[in-house]
T-cell receptor
């Protein structure tokens, strides 16, 4: 079993839809939870960062962490074509572990 | 600011050839990392350097060596390339190894071993 599981998609939604991206993990020592966005042929860039459980909101993006269920989510409201990218969850205690990434396409 | 710069961007090698991937960062970061990215596998850590003068193995170090040349530069060497090393390689840096700080990634090197 992988430490971090993420559905690779692909996921295709119409512009304006609410997008839900999810990861599960097995290592209860993880304390830091991150979402990276990776555009085609580019390196990943940090999108959201959360410590321990709870919610964090940044504009149209909301990150949720449920440590009791070992489950994290990223919600994108009012999705835009510019949100089309691969989204990677990452989590860590000392070393970072990445999910496989979910490829998202937002169609105009 | 260039951030993290990797060279080359693309490379094709024959099985058994060697090559070095170069990485430089201009953010005065202490920690640097090499990852490989394969379809369905996500990013996997090959080696890291927590600070200048130190290097340590990550998840998938076999077949690779690294050198932390100075605070700015961290190179990855394939001594005898194998088709299983066909991948996209990313260099990253962060202020410290502690993951409370953001990791910044380069644009990647697409390596094909035939």
């Amino acid at each position: 079993q992988k430490e971090v599981e993420q559905d690779p998609g692909p996921l295709s939604v119409p512009e304006g839809a609410i997008v839900s991206l999810n990861c599960t993990y097995s290592n209860s020592a993880f304390q830091y939870f991150m979402w990276y966005r990776q555009y085609s042929r580019k390196g990943p860039e940090l999108l959201m960062y959360t410590y321990s459980s709870g919610n964090k909101e940044d504009g149209r993006f909301t990150a949720q962490v449920d440590k009791s269920s070992k489950y994290i989510s990223l919600f994108i409201r009012d999705s835009q074509p510019s949100d089309s990218a691969t989204y990677l969850c990452a989590m860590s205690d000392n070393d970072m572990r990445f999910g496989a990434g979910t490829r998202l396409t937002v169609k105009p | 600011n260039a951030g993290v710069t990797q060279t080359p961007k693309f490379q094709v090698l024959k099985t058994g050839q060697s090559m070095t991937l170069q990485c430089a960062q201009d953010m005065n970061h202490n920690s640097m990392y090499w990852y490989r990215q394969d379809p369905g596998m996500g990013l996997r850590l090959i080696y890291y350097s927590a600070s200048e003068g130190t290097t340590d193995k990550g998840e998938v170090p076999n077949g690779y060596n690294v050198s932390r040349l100075n605070k700015r530069e961290f190179s990855l060497r394939l001594e005898s390339a194998a088709p299983s090393q066909t991948s996209v390689y990313f260099c990253a840096s962060s202020e410290w190894r502690a993951v409370r700080t953001e990791a910044f990634f380069g644009q990647g090197t697409r390596l094909t071993v035939v």
